[in-house]
């Protein structure tokens, strides 16, 4: 079955600082890799994806099939950039093509 | 565009009780997917629709819990009778087909926080 695992509830940087939020898989095909985020009274949005190997406000994630990981990193912190971030993994085919599966998620708290 | 609009945003029953939530997905989305919640917890898929057909409820407590999409628009989520443990966040996302030029994105409404008590 696959999983997501994120192993950190909660992570605490101050501004300008580098920051990674971690996230590791098991998935038995090819995985396609998300990272959502929910910043205070929004809704659960993208943040980005790996198959478009982009950078969106400052972010990139390398997908790391050796690893199994799908790690966050900025290499300076913002404090809007303060929210919950959760990593997911979306059913590459059958049935249940687009199925996301999330990780328990991470608070990210970027202190002045 | 509009987003995905669900409702009520607020709901305590007792147990026992019965709940029905509501969700309006984005216009021309034709996969509509129900999310539970629980507090510390990611969402975790319930129910996935493509139109009006249930493509997924592998995880949905059938006993339960019952969604329809009748018209392939709209949808409801129901939990009869409703227990302690149902009590979280219910997420309705949608996108306009899984694997197109999206790239899966999944679009998500405002919740309805269910507290039982």
């Known amino acids: 079955a696959q999983r997501v695992t994120q192993p950190e509830k909660l992570l605490s940087v101050f501004k300008g600082a580098p920051v990674e939020l971690k996230c590791n898989y098991s998935?038995?095909?090819?995985?396609?890799l998300f990272w959502y985020v929910q910043y205070s009274r929004q809704r659960l949005q993208l943040l980005l994806r790996?198959?478009s190997r982009e950078s969106i406000k400052g972010f990139t994630a390398d997908l790391n099939k050796g690893e199994t990981s799908f790690h966050l990193k900025k290499p300076f912190a913002q404090e809007e950039d303060s929210a919950m971030y959760y990593c997911?993994?979306?059913?590459?085919?059958?049935?249940?093509?687009?199925?996301?599966?999330f990780g328990q998620g991470t608070i990210l708290t970027v202190h002045p | 565009e509009a987003g995905v609009a669900q409702s009520p945003r607020y709901k305590i029953i007792e147990k026992r009780q019965s709940v029905a939530f509501w969700c309006n997905p984005i216009?021309?989305?034709?996969?509509l997917y129900w999310y539970q919640q629980i507090l510390g917890q990611g969402p975790k898929l319930l129910i996935q629709?493509?139109?009006?057909?249930?493509?997924?409820d592998s995880q949905l407590p059938k006993d339960r819990f019952s969604a329809e999409r009748l018209k392939g628009v709209d949808s409801t989520l129901k939990i009869q009778p409703a227990k302690l443990e149902d009590s979280a966040v219910y997420l309705c996302?949608?996108?306009?087909?899984?694997?197109?030029?999206?790239?899966?994105?999944?679009?998500f409404g405002p919740g309805t926080r269910l507290t039982v008590l």
């Open positions: 216009s021309g989305h034709a996969t």
């Open positions: 998935y038995s095909g090819s995985p396609e």
């Open positions: 997911a993994l979306a059913n590459a085919g059958g049935t249940s093509y687009g199925k996301l599966t």
């Open positions: 790996h198959i």
């Open positions: 996302a949608s996108n306009t087909r899984p694997g197109l030029a999206n790239l899966n994105e999944q679009f």
């Open positions: 629709f493509q139109n009006n057909g249930v493509v997924d």
